[in-house]
């Protein structure tokens, strides 16, 4: 939902421990409890045939130690009632992300969930990125479901210690979440039956969850 603001006092989520080459030697622990202060995330923008306007938004957890995206209008199909271009569905937030003064964040791990209907022969993927304004984008992940299938899904994506990007100390980056959703027919009957893949599961909801993980910046 562009404009709107969500705020939490911030908790401890950090990693066992952070890049060598950008953590200075007098730091504390990475264990160490970041300051009770707040982080406010705002959607910038919203773009994409998979998150409508009005149909997806963010929230911070109570504890702060993650942040959830809601939609409410993500889905692919193909086959009988689907468009031609219903197949493939995408979505990119611009998130403004702003952390108390003195820390920086990065993102440990994504859980994506939906529910999913694919017939006999037909396949998905639900495949997703994400980069600071101003990187290169990461290598995109992805997760590959075969049918037949008619159920929940979950995927996660884990990031590696030695390869997680940081937010730059004392700059302010947009964060950019790239998803998208593809359903291929493959050998399925396309005339009388319906694949189809959402992220957001059987009661209308979706808890999309990226975790964060904080370390502190080098004195200025």
């Known amino acids: 939902m562009p404009g709107a603001m969500f705020a939490g006092s911030v908790a401890a989520a950090l990693f ?22 707040k982080i406010v995330i705002t959607v910038a923008t919203v773009n994409g045939s998979g998150c409508p306007a009005g149909t997806a938004a963010v929230a911070v957890s109570p504890d702060n130690t993650a942040f959830t995206v809601t939609y409410s209008d993500y889905l692919a199909q193909v086959g009988k009632g689907a468009k031609p271009t ?76 030695a390869t997680v990007e940081w937010a730059p100390c004392g700059a302010l980056r947009n964060f950019n979440i790239n998803t998208e959703l593809r359903v291929n027919a493959g050998t399925s009957d396309t005339t009388n039956t319906t694949s189809f893949m959402t992220m957001d599961s059987t009661d209308g909801s979706v808890s999309t969850t990226y975790h964060f993980a904080w370390k502190e910046c080098p004195p200025a």
């Not at 569905?89 to 209907?117: E, M, W």
Request: net charge negative; hydrophobic share 35%; with cysteine.
């Open 16 to 37: 066992a421990t952070a890049l060598a080459s950008s953590q200075p030697a007098s730091a504390k622990s990475p264990f160490d409890d970041p300051p009770p202060d």
């Open 86 to 161: 219903d197949f493939r569905k995408n979505c990119q937030l611009n998130l403004v992300v702003h952390v108390p003064q003195g820390f920086t964040y990065a993102i440990a791990s994504v859980d994506y969930r939906g529910y999913a209907h694919l017939e006999k022969g037909a396949t998905s993927v639900e495949k997703a990125s994400y980069y600071f304004q101003g990187s290169s984008n990461t290598a995109a992940k992805s997760h590959e479901f075969t049918g037949v299938f008619d159920d929940n899904w979950q995927a996660t994506d884990v990031s590696d210690i």
